[in-house]
């Protein structure tokens, strides 16, 4: 049994049937050479045998809830390690929906909160394992990082464990960087550390303002912007890095320029489709690593802040929407460059603040939201990947929605694919799936005109 | 949109994520001689193509929660009708743990609250069908009731509609009888109607009580009485009539004396094998139903009230088991002949009391249960049934569990067999499906004794 830090508990706190608080991942893997159908069963029991669950995999929420963790001596391996099956005929459409239902079901808090499915029946062969973790256990990033960490560069290694078995030392470390959903919990009601953070953030945030002459950009109402329910809806596809490196190159903007401009032109076309465009151009906010310089005033490591990056999706060329978001994220990244970390951080909370009040009934529908819609940018494995033998062909985060943002685009590079997830509240975001088509046709009108 | 009477309401206020408020039917369904692999793909179409969805499947609870009903104009079939599938090997016993799931997650509040999965995959070609409704639309028993309406006895018979497309004058009659899970919602903070009832109802059962020289059952402490969780499991399995029933002749009782003989046998054994099993014997709650005499105090109609029964576990013959739970029903009936409805009704109040104490954290721990086990026998047809030529092959009810009672057995009766469904906390029940095996050997047991 251990203390509970406000940076877990918020996030139970804050859960409710609308607002699921976990993070996921749905990973595509190709059976070894001359697999046989026992496959599935054999990686399930590789699973369920694996018999050192770290600590981390044991703690449970005590009561009353977000008080206390307390650690669970004895694992209900068949809670937490499901076997499903995808039904006919058996296309990644048909998992996709799966992980959507999945996705929107609460875990129980009677158990660690984790829970892992190993999905057979698609019909090309591949099996597929969707791994939840709730948000007060782990971050979306620190998330991804596990199930990386299972994984070998060796296609003849034998000795991968699972997530919950690897050493105790493997396990992330406490959260360092400046997590976008922190204010969502913190807005519940949860007090301490963040509640702290809020008022001391908002008074330098304030100072830099005035010192540095900044507007911050300010984002239409969109139907992507208002209260959320319960039931999700996923869709997951996977792009060449090439292709997107040949656009930013041509154009001499970056990677992340080219993605935001896909999301754009994918956004466009799909509220167009509904009568849904608004006239103002609408914004992304995106999380983007700060490098902590020399002598600063805060801990050294790796740390993220967030930028709002104007997503132009009022300008009906492609090219343009790439040039609008290039300059725009240009100017973020060069005021946050002027920036120490600490004032960069204020900086951040100050535009997520207006997601820590959306717990109070109403907020959403009577504010302009801070963005329209987040988009993440994961570092993932720069290899082919392997478990015990098994390639891994995909790996999608599935990220968190909340009021106020119904869509959440989250991506991992992975070898030379950038896996695009993207997790959506099934009711404000009809017809998900449509943007697949609308990020390829996005992509491919880009290098048409940059190719 | 329309007023919500408490009767409904209360199911919405006390539901959380422990105690989800849906019942729910398994059905199992023989494909028509001669039919693909697209008869799964064809019902599904065919469910998601009735068109004229009756008003009680079109019902949604609008805000604040409890407060009114509202109806939606379009249904979104894709997410009330899924298609799903068992994983390998393809047994029952998977479809069960899919079952168990689905039951232990909560409705999407934000669309009319039932769900309905077609299940493929079983190998041995059978078609399932998981049927999702919440209590707060109709009761279990109008639920099984509304499954049976959508049958047909007629195998060529291809107009059968699925439940949610009946006719309206089809869809079940307000709620008459006296439903064993009323209190439970009542004493979560229900006003109205029910809280009325109470208090009246406790001063007629404490005159019937007195007058009649009453005393009532007390049931020993047992782990199927404490607090539970929000996770399920599931059992099921179908019994021949004819076997129960010749145990039921050649030892004089009822065959409702020879189903709870096997309840209390296999509860026996189920927690011996615990050390679990209490030394003072345990009981049953049966709901029975009412014949209401003419010129009485009540609506005519039919009528549920419910007697609680000594199972005496505490015996380790199953012949001697019988007699005592036969004498202990006799004279539960005996009391309730001299009765009328209005006081019969009243006794069954004051012995669900306890259960509408339930939502008081702790109230559970301290205090012996009303009762250990619901034992519900539901009367469903009596032949042979159809869905458009698929032949059903097992209708299993699956119940409601609370805090207190953490397990429920209810029995349909169709064509030459009763269907026993077995619903229970996953934490407080484990090993949940080895009380099949063990209803079976008591059966053994009482037919070796009397058959």
Excluded at 304 to 311: D, K, M, Q, S
């Amino acid at each position: 049994m251990s203390f509970m830090p406000p940076t877990d508990s918020m996030f139970l706190l804050a859960e409710n049937r609308d607002h699921p608080m976990h993070v996921g991942g749905l990973q595509l893997f190709v059976p070894p050479e001359g697999a046989g159908p026992e496959f599935t069963e054999d990686l399930l029991e590789s699973f369920r045998r694996a018999g050192n669950v770290s600590p981390l995999f044991r703690k449970r929420p005590g009561q009353p809830i977000g008080t206390r963790w307390k650690n669970d001596e004895t694992i209900d391996f068949d809670h937490h390690v499901r076997h499903s099956a995808v039904p006919g005929p058996g296309r990644i459409r048909e998992l996709l929906q799966l992980t959507s239902r999945w996705h929107g079901a609460l875990l129980d808090r009677h158990r660690p909160l984790w829970e892992v499915h190993v999905v057979e029946g698609l019909k090309d062969g591949r099996v597929a394992v969707y791994t939840k973790v709730h948000h007060s256990m782990v971050d979306g990033v620190s998330a991804l990082r596990l199930l990386q960490r299972s994984l070998s560069e060796d296609p003849d290694d034998r000795d991968c464990l699972p997530p919950w078995a690897l050493p105790s030392r493997r396990t992330p470390a406490p959260r360092k960087s400046f997590d976008p959903l922190a204010l969502v919990g913190a807005g519940a009601g949860a007090v301490g550390e963040m509640a702290g953070l809020v008022p001391a953030s908002l008074k330098i945030a304030h100072q830099v303002i005035r010192d540095h002459d900044i507007t911050l950009p300010r984002a239409p109402k969109t139907v992507l912007n208002g209260p959320i329910g319960g039931a999700r809806r996923f869709a997951a596809q996977s792009w060449e890095i090439e292709r997107i490196q040949r656009v930013a190159k041509s154009s001499a903007t970056t990677m992340n320029d080219v993605v935001l401009a896909m999301v754009s032109g994918a956004l466009r076309q799909y509220l167009l489709e509904q009568h849904a465009l608004p006239d103002e151009p609408m914004t992304a906010m995106v999380p983007v690593s700060l490098s902590l310089r020399a002598g600063d005033d805060v801990a050294p490591g790796n740390s993220t802040g967030l930028i709002v990056v104007n997503l132009a999706t009022d300008r009906e060329a492609g090219a343009t929407r790439l040039e609008e978001i290039s300059y725009s994220s240009r100017q973020a990244k060069k005021i946050v460059s002027d920036l120490s970390p600490t004032q960069f951080l204020a900086i951040s909370a100050l535009q997520m603040l207006p997601l820590a009040m959306t717990p109070i009934p109403g907020f959403v529908r009577y504010t302009n939201p801070p963005f329209n819609v987040i988009v993440s940018n994961v570092p993932g494995p720069r290899e082919e990947m392997y478990f015990n033998g098994a390639k891994l062909d995909g790996m999608y985060p599935v990220s968190i929605v909340t009021d106020g943002q119904a869509l959440n685009i989250t991506l991992a590079s992975r070898d030379k694919y950038l896996d695009f997830g993207l997790i959506g509240c099934r009711k404000s975001v009809p017809h998900l799936q449509r943007l697949l088509g609308h990020l390829e046709s996005s992509l491919a009108e880009l290098e048409q005109a940059w190719g």
